[in-house]
């Protein structure tokens, strides 16, 4: 789908996500608090994205907004709104911290380098701190990386 803006023809849902768009319908369905309508996907860059961006850098520090993950990425058309931000409750412990633990496991389940100083938790929607990033955190952006390399690589971008 292209929907015509101002003079400019904007690639909408499949022309948005190419290959990707099955798999795009398919992991919104199955996940909609993490994967957007694809359908309501657009191409944003350049300065627009920039600016967006400082948008939500700054009202993050002003506490307008909490910190999380745009369940309609600023490179996809999202916009900066308390109904747009997913909690991740991704943070990082310094290993200095938590002196006395056996941490051989976070290397050994590949949550991370052998001997890190700095290791990754988040907070599961339960409240329990577990070590590693949110995992679905960590699918929603590979699959939006695999997506963006796409749509670069399609000089789309």
Known sequence: MV???ADDITPMGKDVYGPYYDDAKRLHEENPSWFPDPDESKIVAGDELKAARDEYTS???RGELPKGHHRQGL???GENMESNIQFTGESTIRRSELEGLDLDFYHTEGLGKENAK????HQTEG?????GNNPNHTEVTTFQNKVLKWQRDSGLR
């Open 3 to 5: 929907t015509k803006k």
């Open 118 to 121: 700095i290791l990754k938790i």
């Open 75 to 77: 490179s996809f058309g």
């Open 127 to 131: 409240g329990l701190f577990v070590f």
């Open 59 to 61: 009202m993050v520090s």
